[in-house]
């Protein structure tokens, strides 16, 4: 049963595409009848598969489908940079991240707006919190996001099980507040930065248990550089709070 403001909150899924073909129906068709009353933004960086054709051809059929044409593939976190703007500039009370290819399971997106309409500033759907867990993963790949999760924890002292979760609902009030348009990072760094700022803005961060599939269509956009980058990323803003630190005792001695 639906939470009785959920009705009320105008939610927007934000979902980036790049060759989706084979699953933009599927989660549009999924999104919508889990909730029925959100708004669903396609950000496609100029398929040329014709993902953002399909995905329009859905909107007239269903409503509630819009999409936002890009002429390039700039990445994941500068389509989400973009899609949350216009997300919120149409209006968004909470704005949700959720990928293309069917690895984030629809049916858990009223829960997520649920946690976020009663008081949570991000709601993540966590794959590490008891009853969370990954589905039909390689063991490499497994090992790399438990391990990545963990030293990003650790570094930079995150109490969050899952800091590079894709599936999360924000409220556009703590997006606004993380400034969140000036996050530079992509991929995974993009969730860790994202999850970073808002926790340094005293933001309310509840994990929610998902079982994670992996893509069974389509091909996946993991790479060697998207893991790199997040490992430099939780150096850089480890020494960017080093300095604050720092700073902060030699202003106040």
Known sequence: MQPLGFLLVRSTVVVPTYNEIENIERVCREVLLAAPNVQILVVDDGSPDGTADRAEELGRELGHISVLRRTEKNGL??????????????GAE???????????????????????????????????????????????????????????AGVLGLAINDATAGYRAYSTNALERMKFETVKAEGYGFQ??????????????????????DRTEGVSKMSGNIIKEAMLLVLKLWVADFKGRRRRRTEGA
């Open 192 to 213: 860790i930065e994202m999850t970073y700022r808002l926790l340094r803005a005293d933001g309310k961060i509840v994990e929610f248990p998902i079982t994670f599939h």
């Open 94 to 152: 909470i704005c949700v991240q959720m990928d293309a290819d069917l690895s984030h399971d629809p049916a858990v997106l009223p829960a997520l707006l649920a946690n976020v309409e009663h008081g949570a500033d991000l709601a993540i759907g966590s794959r590490y919190v008891p009853g969370g867990r990954t589905v039909n993963w390689p063991t490499r790949r497994r090992w790399l996001s438990r391990w990545g999760n963990r030293y990003a």
């Open 77 to 90: 976190g500068n389509a989400y940079r973009a899609g949350l703007r216009r997300a919120i500039d149409d």
